[in-house]
C-alpha cells in the first residue's frame, strides 16, 4: 500500500505526474480535505489585488469571525502555516524587555517560549506535567508574584499530548492584571468551543489543516482593539518584516488593500471553501460529531488495553492521544498501518515517543466509518500477533457507543 497501484504508477510513467498512494489521515495533521476543497484549489488564478479577489478575502474575513466567535475587524488568514500564526502574534506583541508568562506542557507551549526569547522577552514559564492541563490558579500565582507582566500565552490544544486548556478563566485574569492573552487554537478552531470574544482572547491564531480540513498554507489569526494599540504603540519595529501585522493589516483592511507580499491565490479558494463547509455543517454539530467519534474510539482503543493519555475531563475530541498497552511497539505497527491498509497515525512527541499514539480525528477525518476502518485494521495486526482474543471486539465496543447515541447503523460519518 506504500507503493502506488500499478495503475497509477503506470499514469505516473506517461504523465511524470506525482500519483499519491491512497492515504486515511489520522494523525495530529493534515486532516483529510473534502472534494469540495480540492477542487477549490484547482480554479483559475485571479490577479491578488483584483475587485473578485478583494471580495473573496472580505468573505473569507467574515466567515472566520464567525468560527472564532469575534467581533474583531482584524481577523485574517494570514500566509504561512500554523507555526507564522504563533510567530506572527509573538513578534508584533512582544518587545524586548516585556514579561511574558507561557504555560508548557507539551511541545507546543515549549515552541511559544522559544519563540517568546528570541523575542527579548522576559521568559516566565508556568509547568505542568506533561498531559496535564496548566491549572488557572498557577496563572493567577504567576500573574501576582511577576510584576506587570505584557502577555500570557498558552496553548488551547496541546496536541503533543491531546489535552484541552480551559481558557475562560485565564483570560479574566489576563483583564484584571491588564495583560494580553495569547491562545493557540490550531487544533480546536472549528472542531471544539472557542470564544476569543467571550473569553476575553486578544490575539488568537490557528492553521488550516487540523480541524478546518484545508491543506496546510494558511494560519487564521485573529486581534482584538487591545492587542492592536499593542502593536501600534510599539517603541522598537516588529522584527520580522514578513509578519509585520502593522503593514499586513494595510493589506487587509477594506479600502486599502495595499500590496504587502502576494497573497497564495489557491490556498484562499480553498479555505473558503472549508469554511463554507463548517457553516453550512454548523459549529454546534460540528463539535457534536468530534465528541462522537472521539468517544467511539476510545471505547474501542480500550477494548484492546490502550489507556487515554490525557487528564480526565481535559481530553481533546479531535486529538486522541492514548498509552499503548506495555507490550505491544510502537514503531512497527505504526508501520504496517501504513504499509497495509494506508492509515496514517501519529506517535509520541519527545518523551512520549514509543509510549503514546496520536490518533487525530478532526474536521472531515471524524467519521464513523474512519474510526471502524481504522479499529478494524489495527484488530487484524493484533490479533495474527496473537494479542487479541477476538477479532471485531473493539469495533464492537465502538458501534455500542454510536448505538448508545442512536447513531444510525447505516451512517458513514
Ligand atoms: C500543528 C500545531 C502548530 C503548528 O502548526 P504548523 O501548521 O505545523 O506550523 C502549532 N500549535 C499547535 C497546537 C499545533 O497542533
Not at 73 to 95: K, W
Not at 390 to 403: F, K, M, T
Request: glycine share 10%; charged share 20%; net charge negative.
Amino acid at each position: 500500500m506504500h507503493r502506488t497501484s500499478g495503475e497509477q504508477d503506470r499514469v505516473a510513467e506517461r504523465t511524470g505526474a506525482f500519483a499519491p498512494p491512497p492515504r486515511l489521515l489520522l494523525g495530529p495533521g493534515p486532516s483529510m480535505v473534502h472534494p469540495r476543497v480540492l477542487q477549490a484549489m484547482a480554479s483559475p488564478l485571479l490577479g491578488h489585488l483584483d475587485p473578485e479577489f478583494l471580495r473573496l478575502m472580505d468573505e473569507i474575513q467574515q466567515r472566520l469571525r464567525h468560527v472564532f466567535k469575534t467581533t474583531n475587524p482584524f481577523t485574517i488568514a494570514l500566509s504561512g502555516t500554523g507555526s507564522a500564526g504563533m510567530e506572527a502574534a509573538l513578534v508584533n506583541l512582544i518587545e524586548p524587555g516585556d514579561a511574558v508568562i507561557v504555560g508548557i506542557n507539551g511541545v507546543f507551549g515549549s515552541r511559544m517560549a522559544a519563540i517568546v526569547e528570541r523575542c527579548g522577552g522576559t521568559l516566565i514559564r508556568v509547568e505542568a506535567p506533561w498531559g496535564r492541563i496548566i491549572e488557572p490558579e498557577a496563572i493567577a500565582d504567576a500573574l501576582r508574584s511577576a510584576g506587570p507582566v505584557k502577555a500570557v500565552a498558552i496553548v488551547h490544544a496541546e496536541t503533543s499530548t491531546g489535552v484541552e486548556q480551559p481558557l475562560a478563566p485565564i483570560g479574566s485574569l489576563c483583564r484584571d492584571h491588564d495583560a494580553l492573552f495569547i491562545v493557540d487554537a490550531v487544533t480546536s478552531l472549528g472542531g471544539l468551543p472557542l470564544e476569543v470574544d467571550g473569553w476575553h482572547i486578544d490575539a488568537c491564531y490557528s492553521g488550516t489543516q487540523k480541524c478546518l480540513s484545508c491543506p496546510p498554507g494558511l494560519a487564521p489569526l485573529t486581534l482584538n482593539d487591545r492587542a492592536l494599540a499593542a502593536i501600534r504603540s510599539r517603541t522598537t519595529p516588529c522584527q520580522s518584516w514578513y509578519l509585520d501585522l502593522a503593514l499586513i493589516a494595510d493589506y487587509w483592511a477594506e479600502g486599502k488593500r495595499a500590496y504587502h507580499h502576494t497573497a497564495p491565490i489557491s490556498m484562499l479558494y480553498a479555505l473558503r471553501e472549508a469554511l463554507c463547509l463548517v457553516e453550512e455543517e454548523g459549529l454546534e454539530t460540528r463539535f457534536a460529531r468530534h465528541r462522537r467519534h472521539s468517544a467511539a474510539l476510545l471505547a474501542g482503543l480500550a477494548a484492546l488495553g490502550f489507556t487515554p493519555f490525557a487528564q480526565e475531563g481535559h481530553r481533546l475530541p479531535s486529538l486522541n492521544a492514548v498509552a499503548l498497552p506495555p507490550a505491544l511497539e510502537d514503531a512497527p505497527l505504526r508501520t504496517e498501518l501504513l504499509r497495509q491498509f494506508g492509515i496514517d497515525i501519529g506517535g509520541g512527541l519527545g518523551p512520549l515517543q514509543g509510549k503514546i499514539w496520536r490518533i487525530g480525528l478532526m474536521g472531515e477525518s471524524a467519521t464513523r466509518a474512519n474510526v471502524l476502518t481504522f479499529l478494524g485494521a489495527l484488530e487484524t495486526l493484533l490479533f495474527r500477533r496473537r494479542w487479541t482474543g477476538q477479532p471485531g471486539q473493539a469495533a464492537e465496543a465502538a458501534s455500542r457507543v454510536y448505538r448508545e447515541q442512536g447513531l444510525d447503523e447505516h451512517s458513514l460519518v
